[in-house]
T-cell receptor, first 114, second 115 residues
Framework: DTAVSQTPKYLVTQMGNDKSIKCEQN?????MYWYKQDSKKFLKIMFS???????INETVPNRFSPKSPDKAHLNLHINSLELGDSAVYFC?????????????FGQGTRLTVV | AQTVTQSQPEMSVQEAETVTLSCTYD???????LFWYKQPPSRQMILVIR??????QNATENRFSVNFQKAAKSFSLKISDSQLGDTAMYFC????????????FGQGTRLTINP
């Protein structure tokens, strides 16, 4: 049983297309995240949701829209894809308690925009 | 807000040697967590070790231990008896407790263990 699962693992698409990445966690966690890892391996937070409510939006372009239908799912939709969007996108989840705050990561989705 | 700096882009050691990865951080919070994550070629992010800032005792997990110097804002990772499977990118990260919780990562250190 995978704790945090993302689909697809790989996504190759043309500039201008719209695509979605799905994420699901079966850990019962309250908080889910999207992180972006660029070509230099630098990881940075994009969004965070707590119980379906957006709590972090780190100056991400409006073309990126997270959607959380319930607290076990956080999907990432990207409109009008650009070459610079090519990266690995990681979903993660954690239980929002100060004494138990380890984040569990999905396996990542490598997005390549051509 | 937090910032994390890893000053060693790459390191390479022989199998069975001990290696230390450096990390410094800055935060305005009094209480926070520090982490080391490992990212092997499989791309999976794996938690190696965690340290609560209010605990003075350095965290240890089998061959992995940290040297946490709170006043100096330093959090280094020591890997003893290194193994080929330790070859990976290693990321230091900081997470505050107040407000919205997020991991702030360093730039990473690519560690290669040579046979």
């Amino acid at each position: 049983d995978t704790a945090v699962s993302q689909t697809p693992k790989y996504l190759v698409t043309q500039m201008g297309n719209d695509k979605s990445i799905k994420c699901e966690q079966n850990l019962g966690h309250d908080t889910m995240y999207w992180y972006k890892q660029d070509s230099k391996k630098f990881l940075k937070i994009m969004f965070s949701y707590n119980n379906k409510e957006l709590i972090i939006n780190e100056t991400v372009p409006n073309r990126f829209s997270p959607k959380s239908p319930d607290k076990a799912h956080l999907n990432l939709h990207i409109n009008s894809l650009e070459l610079g969007d090519s990266a690995v996108y990681f979903c993660a989840s954690s239980q929002d308690r100060t004494w138990d705050t380890e984040a569990f990561f999905g396996q990542g989705t490598r997005l390549t925009v051509v | 807000a937090q910032t994390v700096t890893q000053s060693q882009p790459e390191m390479s050691v022989q199998e069975a040697e001990t290696v230390t990865l450096s990390c410094t951080y800055d935060t305005s919070e009094n209480n926070y967590y520090l982490f080391w994550y490992k990212q092997p070629p499989s791309r999976q992010m794996i938690l190696v070790i965690r340290q609560e800032a209010y605990k003075q005792q350095n965290a240890t997990e089998n061959r992995f231990s940290v040297n946490f110097q709170k006043a100096a804002k330093s959090f280094s990772l020591k890997i003893s008896d290194s193994q080929l499977g330790d070859t990976a990118m290693y990321f230091c990260a900081c997470q505050g407790i107040q407000g919205a919780q997020k991991l702030v990562f360093g730039q990473g250190t690519r560690l290669t263990i040579n046979p």
